[in-house]
């Protein structure tokens, strides 16, 4: 099978993994090595459905040998199955990146043989990349569930960013459509990483205390993530955010991925094939991680136990100061820093913003305008000098019909200019059907044009994906 076959099908398999954006991690270029990341992330271009693909996200290898119920590659599953050696992959890596295509590698395989053998592989791989080649490039790499600590802490010093992920957001899901997978096969490795990570850091701090260069390895330096498969077993969105903020707390986790369960397998354990992919409760979750993140909250407060599903209507900080009304209105003149953050339509930048200019005097609602805050969402929770915005009043029953309103014309979890749509990513096969996002398409577009110009072709010679369809290296001849 020739490497363009293999991508196909490796590139393809991996789409159903979310966890892959990259931030966080800089470093800079280096004479005689190849590449660097940035902390503002390595995602540069989108698919025609709105997702990022400037890394490499591909499996070493779609054989399996576990048969996990929601998983495309499971091994009952009959599809094309293909493998990558490590050093076709790292040589792929290399010509990609050289060729400007991609900034980095999200590598992720499916269990071949067993779980060491598997990480061994990915290893290498990863080996070849950074001492053979010297690639300085962003790599995001998967643990394999199970594989001995030895070899999760020999990958977490090549990649800059491990997951495992949980995939299923409890015991009893977990065993009954993963059985094969060990609560303790996650929780495990994540506790390494963690404590490796934590290591590394200390041992950097105390190398600067000094005054002495570190010249050590960093391990994980952009931090671990998970991610969560939503819709395909029946926990509640309270559970999912309590698990979500133990995670955060227990694991030090950069990010938590949620996952709109995909229905791609016929299986009675599973939800049917015509089952609607939960996007929109997708985004209502990522809102709510966004708030347990950054904004002070608790996961108890943003879903009482009483209230197990978010509110698909209003987003999640909305719905908070909707039950907790008693609260509002808040004055911005007195109110604390924390409080303001509290307030929907107020973000970390809006509310540092507003801290530091009543400083000077007492705001008014034309400042508030001035300081580039809009009043459509946060006018219902807020007075200047005690008085409502003109056309706003404090009256939580009006505020809830406007803020449904909002998101019935802009549509939850969808922003119409560019960003999400339904569907999954594609590199190679044609834009998902119901990828209808004119801009999305635009922006792919842009980056053929782009692809095009610097490989000197003719547009019509761009496959879908954004690869020149003549290009060599996709049709085996692979040379770094
Ligand atoms: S171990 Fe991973 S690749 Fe294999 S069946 Fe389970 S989810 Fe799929």
Redesign the pocket.
């Given at each position: 099978m020739d490497t363009l076959a293999k991508l196909e099908i490796l590139a393809d398999a991996a789409k159903y993994d979310v966890a892959c954006t990259s931030s966080g991690m800089d470093r800079r270029a280096q004479k005689g090595k190849l590449g660097s990341a940035t902390g503002a992330g390595c995602c540069h271009s989108f698919t025609a459905d709105g997702r990022c693909i400037s890394l490499l996200k591909v499996?070493l290898t779609?054989y399996?040998?576990?048969?996990?119920a929601?998983?495309?590659?499971?091994?009952s599953n009959d599809v094309p199955r293909a493998a990558f050696t490590p050093r076709e992959l790292a040589d792929l890596t290399i010509g990609f990146y050289r060729r400007n295509y991609i900034e980095g590698l999200f590598l992720?395989?499916?269990?071949v043989r067993d779980a060491d053998y598997t990480m061994e592989l990915m290893i290498e791989t990863l080996r070849i990349l950074r001492e053979e080649e010297g690639f300085r490039g962003y790599i995001h790499a998967k643990s394999?569930?199970g594989a001995s600590s030895g070899l999760v802490e020999l990958l977490g010093l090549y990649a800059d960013r491990l997951s495992v992920?949980i995939?299923l957001p409890s015991q009893s899901s977990l065993s009954l459509l993963?059985p094969?997978?060990g609560k303790s096969d996650i929780i495990k490795p994540m506790a390494l990483i963690r404590d490796g990570i934590q290591a590394s850091a200390d041992e950097v701090r105390l190398a600067r205390r000094n005054y002495l260069g570190s010249r050590a390895k960093r391990f994980a330096p952009a931090g671990q993530s998970t991610q969560m498969i939503i819709g395909a077993t029946p926990e509640t969105d309270h559970h999912i955010l309590q698990l979500t903020g133990a995670l955060y707390k227990s694991f030090g986790l950069k990010r938590v991925f949620y996952s709109a369960y995909l229905p791609v397998n016929d299986d009675a354990r599973l939800p049917s094939l015509d089952t609607d992919v939960p996007l929109t409760r997708e985004h209502r979750l990522y809102q709510a991680d966004w708030l347990l993140r950054f904004y002070g909250f608790e996961a108890d407060e943003l879903l009482p136990v009483e209230q197990p599903s978010l509110d698909l209507l209003v987003d999640p900080k909305a719905a908070w100061a909707l039950r907790n009304a008693d609260r509002f209105p808040l004055e911005v003149n007195k109110a604390s820093y924390e409080e303001l953050l509290r307030v929907p339509g107020l973000g970390v930048t809006c509310a540092k913003r507003l801290v530091k200019a009543r400083v000077r005097h007492r705001l008014t609602f034309d400042d508030l305008r001035t300081l580039g805050i809009s009043l459509k969402r946060a006018g219902w929770f807020v007075t200047c000098n005690g008085r409502m915005a003109d056309g706003f009043c404090f009256d939580p029953i009006k505020a809830r019909v406007h803020l449904e309103d909002a998101t019935r014309t802009t549509g939850a979890g969808r922003k119409l200019k560019r960003g999400m749509v339904e569907g999954q990513m594609s590199l190679f096969g044609a834009p998902s059907p119901r990828a209808t996002d004119p801009m999305a398409r635009r922006g792919h577009r842009d980056v053929l044009l782009v692809a095009a110009r610097g490989q000197r072709l003719k547009a019509t010679e761009i496959t879908p994906s954004g690869l020149p369809a003549a290009d060599p290296l996709l049709q085996g001849e692979v040379s770094a």
């Open positions: 499996l779609n399996c040998v576990c048969d996990c929601y998983c495309v590659n499971r091994r992720s395989s499916g269990v394999i569930p992920n995939e993963a094969e997978k």
